[in-house]
């Protein structure tokens, strides 16, 4: 069986940002060549995120907010991993975001045997992002 | 190799709905024949969310308790996506609930090669549920 | 196409443990002889979870506190699952752990064909954990 696979690097200046990887995944997926095919997109960090959501400011801004709700980053001493690092919340903040994608290519039937082709384009119902924190922008 | 890929679609008239799908995904896993493999189950909104758990009525009342503590819907102009809609807390509850799942049908062995099959029938230690807002309540 | 599974069952005395599992798991996909594929760690129990984060003792007391904080076991009767049990609060903070672990094996190359093999030993970033309730203590 065919597979593919590839590192994305990403820094980012800020503690935490959103990137939306999904241009990147889908050149990757097209490169590749695989047609059909689980496709499971990883973060290799274990402050980041991938998710799957709307790539829309005022939504991003919302999560931004929720994430510093329920982890707080202040007061940095109230967390016991923070000897040496500052970067406990961002440990949790990754658990609330559910922290990888795996889809599937979509074909045109419903069931199909080995070497089976869909013509079908493969689409997406949201974008996939990646949630960093600056300790852990990069992904691979 | 074989694979299969069924649309589920979902209207509930309810803000927010809990449907146990695992009978649906058990009837399409056991119509496409195939034995072995692995069983992605993704929804395709991104205010909906499939999750293991148990259908349980009071479990059900304390998840939904849960997520309206932790990502409320009220007050709606405290979300900055809720800029002609209302539903960005639907988005940060599917965070929540872990979005996808993804399992294996047992076998009876520990190790097989190609080809080989087992007679154990598929179970699951719990039921698959689809978690769906109103604006989402569709999965494909 | 090669596949192997394995079942691991784990027994702690406490309410909650968070034991690091990566060694069994490791040892497992070595014995199964599987150089290329997807490795899913999936909790069978549904008060469990199976995370990727730091196996450090500061971090795992940060994020029992927290589970605690927003899933709070007490007061019992808060909740309504709580009849004849009392492990709701067990059921939500599986949800919170994003319970399930799926990796791929590292490759030396981007893409190979059928039959290519790497030389490359299998790594992980972090640790895979499972998180386990007292009544959820084993996994299969």
Redesign the interface.
């Given at each position: 069986?065919?597979?593919?696979?590839?590192e994305l690097w990403f820094e980012v200046p800020q503690r935490r940002a959103y990137l939306n990887i999904t241009p990147e995944v889908e050149v990757f997926v097209r490169e590749?060549g695989i047609i059909?095919g689980?496709r499971?997109v990883?973060p290799?960090?274990?402050t980041a995120a991938v998710?799957?959501?709307?790539d829309?400011?005022?939504?991003i801004?919302?999560?931004d907010d929720?994430l510093e709700r329920?982890?707080p980053h202040e007061p940095v001493a109230q967390?016991?991993?923070?000897?040496g690092e500052d970067n406990?919340d961002a440990?949790?903040k990754?658990?609330?975001?559910?922290?990888?994608s795996?889809?599937?290519s979509?074909?045109a039937g419903?069931?199909?045997?080995?070497g089976s082709r869909s013509s079908t384009p493969s689409s997406t119902?949201?974008d996939a992002s990646a949630c960093c924190s600056r300790r852990s922008a990069s992904s691979?």
């Open positions: 069986m065919r597979h593919a696979r590839r590749s059909e689980l499971l990883n290799m960090h274990i998710y799957v959501n709307d829309e400011q005022g939504l801004a919302d999560i929720w329920l982890a967390d016991r991993h923070n000897n406990a440990h949790l990754r658990q609330l975001m559910a922290p990888r795996c889809s599937r979509p074909t419903s069931t199909s045997a080995p119902a949201a691979r």
